[in-house]
């Protein structure tokens, strides 16, 4: 049964005095490959830009460079979303016969097109440990990915997190936990590990509940690339594939080519409130 809903996400920064603001940059329309049919979309920003310029960042998001005249003491972004969620079944792909069993090996143009999302640091001690314990037996691919999935879903435990920042995979290992995007880097470094290509997501995770409290937040997960079907999402704070409640804002490389805002101003003290809601449409 397919469900419609509102998503309204506002973000509101205020400094401590006026400012100038330098060009922001705001990765929150949803991304191409979102598989949840968006119905409507609008971005609101205050105080209004001279200049709103929509793009495609390297990385193929939509993206929109907001620039400013004058001074403020406060900046406020909001999107506001329709959607539709339809059941999805995240295993409905199929793969080219070459790339079944792992591990495979890459055409020469997709490693050439792919190099960003294979490179891979010499890992730490409790990195290379947790690579060593998937087994490196020929087995199918997609019972390796769901495997390295399930595998930090159970060692890291999840918590949110308010600061900002991602923490690197030793330290997550070490403390054996993490936000959202901390558990999503470091299976994006696994997977590189392994021979995929994977990048880091960013996006909404939309919740639907029997008694209609849907709920709504910013999350992150990763995606690996499998030759016949594309970019395909695993979400390690769940442990389940990316399914119709995953909206993807941003994917990238690098965590940093994915936030949601980023961009200049002098140097001033400044607070931030957030606020993402869902609310369902009746037919």
């Given at each position: 049964?397919?469900?419609?809903?509102?998503?309204?996400?506002?973000?509101?920064?205020?400094?401590?005095?006026?400012?100038?603001?330098?060009?922001?940059?705001?990765?929150?329309?949803?991304?191409?490959?979102?598989?949840?049919?968006?119905?409507?979309?609008?971005?609101?920003?205050?105080?209004?830009?001279?200049?709103?310029?929509?793009f495609f960042d390297p990385a193929g998001n939509r993206a929109a460079r907001?620039?400013?005249?004058?001074?403020?003491?406060?900046?406020?972004?909001?999107?506001?979303?329709?959607?539709?969620?339809?059941?999805?079944?995240?295993?409905?792909?199929?793969?080219?016969?070459?790339?079944?069993?792992?591990?495979?090996?890459?055409?020469?143009?997709?490693?050439?097109?792919?190099?960003?999302?294979?490179?891979?640091?010499?890992?730490?001690?409790?990195?290379?440990?947790?690579?060593?314990?998937?087994?490196?037996?020929?087995?199918?691919?997609?019972?390796?990915?769901?495997?390295?999935?399930?595998?930090?879903?159970?060692?890291?435990?999840?918590?949110?997190?308010?600061?900002?920042?991602?923490?690197?995979?030793?330290?997550?290992?070490?403390?054996?936990?993490?936000?959202?995007?901390?558990?999503?880097?470091?299976?994006?470094?696994?997977?590189?590990?392994?021979?995929?290509?994977?990048?880091?997501?960013?996006?909404?995770?939309?919740?639907?509940?029997?008694?209609?409290?849907?709920?709504?937040?910013?999350?992150?997960?990763?995606?690996?690339?499998?030759?016949?079907?594309?970019?395909?999402?695993?979400?390690?704070?769940?442990?389940?594939?990316?399914?119709?409640?995953?909206?993807?804002?941003?994917?990238?490389?690098?965590?940093?080519?994915?936030?949601?805002?980023?961009?200049?101003?002098?140097?001033?003290?400044?607070?931030?409130?957030?606020?993402?809601?869902?609310?369902?449409?009746?037919?």
């Open positions: 049964m397919s469900l419609r809903f509102a998503l309204t996400h506002e973000s509101h920064y205020r400094y401590a005095r006026l400012v100038q603001l330098g060009p922001q940059l705001i990765r929150l329309h949803p991304a191409p490959h979102a598989r949840t049919p968006i119905t409507g979309y609008r971005l609101d920003i205050t105080p209004p830009p001279a200049r709103l310029d929509w907001a620039l400013f005249d004058g001074m403020t003491s406060e900046l406020s972004v909001t999107v506001a979303l329709e959607a539709t969620l339809t059941p999805i079944n995240p295993f409905d792909f199929l793969l080219d016969a070459s790339a079944t069993e792992w591990p495979f090996t890459l055409e020469p143009w997709l490693v050439r097109q792919l190099a960003p999302y294979r490179e891979a640091p010499a890992p730490g001690p409790l990195l290379a440990a947790l690579i060593a314990s998937v087994p490196q037996t020929p087995q199918a691919t997609i019972d390796l990915l769901v495997a390295a999935n399930g595998l930090i879903h159970r060692r890291i435990r999840y918590e949110k997190r308010q600061t900002p920042g991602i923490w690197d995979a030793e330290r997550v290992l070490r403390e054996g936990r993490g936000a959202c995007r901390d558990m999503a880097w470091l299976l994006v470094h696994l997977l590189r590990a392994l021979g995929f290509a994977a990048r880091f997501v960013s996006g909404y995770l939309v919740e639907a509940e029997q008694d209609s409290s849907d709920h709504a937040e910013l999350h992150a997960w990763a995606e690996a690339y499998l030759p016949g079907a594309g970019w395909i999402g695993f979400d390690p704070t769940s442990g389940l594939l990316a399914a119709e409640g995953h909206i993807p804002l941003a994917a990238a490389p690098e965590p940093e080519a994915a936030a949601p805002i980023i961009g200049t101003l002098e140097a001033v003290p400044a607070e931030s409130r957030f606020r993402i809601s869902a609310k369902r449409i009746n037919p």
